[in-house]
């Protein structure tokens, strides 16, 4: 056999070699997505890979995962959160060192969902705010000084040493008896903002709509320390969780008494 015929079947061998693989591929890629399909609900034909990208970046930030009907449920290990679709609705659950919550979104009974059941839950790696009294009565003393400026500060739980460390950030210009700016404070290596406090001066502990756009989309509790040129200061708590804001009951007089 001629070094030109040599050649040539070994062309036509690649070229069959190259056709069999592209064949398997475009099969195996057709199997995986009957089998395997994204849980996104997009045509994949259609899709561009920018878009398909980004979607699955948000979703790989923000999963959804079913609750097992049969199976034990496993929660959140990692700090973040995802959402989860259950017998009774749809949950959000959110992980932090020192917070590990589920919260109901939305109620539904009327559709049979083939999911497992599960309850809300709020657990403080703390226990509760109450551990960290000293550092909210250092806080109360400080704000009263301060007063009718505003003051505010930052409660960072170590969750290696399980301590608190209150920390005072910096003032972004002039703190005034309405307003307050900082840049908030930097947690160490092991640390994480839990309790976010700020007082009102002279006027009430509540939580003004510049609060609610602070924050909006952030994990923590917030406190607001009010009425502290009186005999009687008021306090204002809650948890906010990704723009929920849920109130907690916490007396002033353990703080201020």
């Not at 056999?1 to 690649?14: G, S, V, Y």
């Not at 930052?154 to 840049?183: M, N, V």
Request: glycine share 6%; aromatic share 8%; net charge negative.
């Amino acid at each position: 056999m001629h070094q030109q015929e040599i050649t040539a079947k070994f062309d036509e061998l690649l070229d069959i070699t190259r056709g069999s693989f592209a064949s398997f591929i475009q099969t195996a890629s057709a199997v995986l997505r009957e089998q395997r399909p994204l849980p996104l609900a997009v045509d994949e034909e259609t899709v561009t890979p920018e878009q398909l990208q980004m979607d699955m970046a948000l979703l790989a930030a923000a999963p959804v995962a079913a609750v097992p009907r049969h199976a034990p449920f496993h929660p959140l290990q990692e700090n973040g959160h995802r959402f989860l679709l259950a017998q009774g609705g749809l949950f959000l659950e959110v992980r932090r060192p020192w917070l590990h919550y589920i919260h109901q979104l939305a109620k539904q009974e009327t559709v049979a969902m083939p999911y497992g059941e599960i309850q809300g839950k709020c657990e403080l790696a703390f226990g509760s705010i109450g551990s960290a009294l000293a550092q909210l009565k250092e806080f109360a003393a400080k704000a009263t000084t301060d007063a009718p400026l505003e003051a505010a500060a930052s409660l960072l739980w170590d969750h290696q040493q399980k301590t608190w460390r209150i920390a005072y950030p910096d003032i972004i210009g002039e703190a005034s008896a309405s307003r307050i700016q900082y840049h908030q404070v930097e947690p160490g290596p092991d640390e994480s903002l839990a309790i976010d406090l700020h007082s009102h001066g002279h006027l009430g502990a509540f939580f003004s709509a510049t609060d609610d756009e602070d924050d909006r989309g952030a994990v923590k509790i917030s406190a607001v320390f009010g009425n502290l040129d009186t005999n009687a200061p008021t306090v204002a708590f809650r948890l906010c969780v990704l723009g929920l804001y849920i109130p907690i009951n916490v007396p002033a007089s353990k703080i201020f008494g």
